[in-house]
Antibody, heavy 122, light 110 residues
Framework: EVQLLESGGGLVQPGGSLRLSCAGSGFTFNSYEMIWVRQAPGKGLEWLSYISRSGNTVYYSGSVRGRFTISRDNAKNSLYLQTNSLRGEDSATYYC???????????????WGQGTLVTVSS | QSALTQPHSVSGSPGQSVTISCTGTSNDVGIYNYVSWYQQHSGKAPKLIIYDVTERPSGVPDRFSGSKSGNTASLTISGLQTEDEADYYCCAYAGSYIWMFGGGTNLAVL
């Protein structure tokens, strides 16, 4: 069964840091581009970051660029999101997902993990 | 970058059809066919229901269909069932490995 499992969320003070992890299983991890998406409580989905299969190419949304860093360890079948300088508005459930397809049929997110909750509060 | 525009809520009775619109720009929905839709039940992770504008993953009922015209994509759910009650999000590629989500639409099956 294809599965993604996030971990690493929790309560952190403003200005603090957390490292989120996403463990993949049931598929060839290094064959898939991956992304992070977050959802603030009661709000919609927000795309955050993209990483290529090798990890050499990364992109970020403007809201997290310079504060968050995406990375992956294909030997460990794991994706990471280092979150620094956290603010109250970063409080959300963070999801990882694989990008499906290739070429002209590409760009959807499936599957998704179950999410990990980050709460930024003093 | 602004989010794609979706209606906040829609509703329908069992057996009816509803359509949810998703309006972007000529830089995202209008130029790429990388439009997908996600269903999210309360407290659950999003689930892919449409990709490549019109394609359904295996296991998704054919009651769900997608389309696009210009800068607007649409999701139509026909033969509404109570289990369709959920939030629905559109997503579009905006170039340079950046994606945009819509604000989400809450579907009520009355």
């Amino acid at each position: 069964e294809v599965q993604l499992l996030e971990s690493g969320g929790g309560l952190v003070q403003p200005g603090g840091s957390l490292r989120l992890s996403c463990a993949g299983s049931g598929f060839t991890f290094n064959s898939y581009e991956m992304i992070w998406v977050r959802q603030a409580p009661g709000k919609g989905l927000e795309w955050l970051s993209y990483i290529s299969r090798s990890g050499n190419t990364v992109y970020y949304s403007g809201s997290v660029r310079g504060r968050f860093t995406i990375s992956r360890d294909n030997a460990k079948n794991s994706l990471y999101l280092q979150t620094n300088s956290l603010r109250g508005e970063d409080s959300a459930t963070y999801y990882c997902a694989t990008i499906g397809g290739s070429g002209s049929h590409w760009g959807w997110f499936d599957p998704w993990g179950q999410g990990t909750l980050v709460t930024v509060s003093s | 970058q602004s989010a794609l525009t979706q209606p906040h809520s829609v509703s329908g009775s069992p057996g009816q059809s509803v359509t949810i619109s998703c309006t972007g720009t000529s830089n995202d929905v209008g130029i790429y066919n990388y439009v997908s839709w996600y269903q999210q039940h309360s407290g659950k992770a999003p689930k892919l229901i449409i990709y490549d504008v019109t394609e359904r993953p295996s296991g998704v009922p054919d009651r769900f269909s997608g389309s696009k015209s210009g800068n607007t994509a649409s999701l139509t759910i026909s033969g509404l069932q109570t289990e369709d009650e959920a939030d629905y999000y559109c997503c579009a590629y905006a170039g340079s490995y950046i994606w945009m989500f819509g604000g989400g639409t809450n579907l009520a099956v009355l």
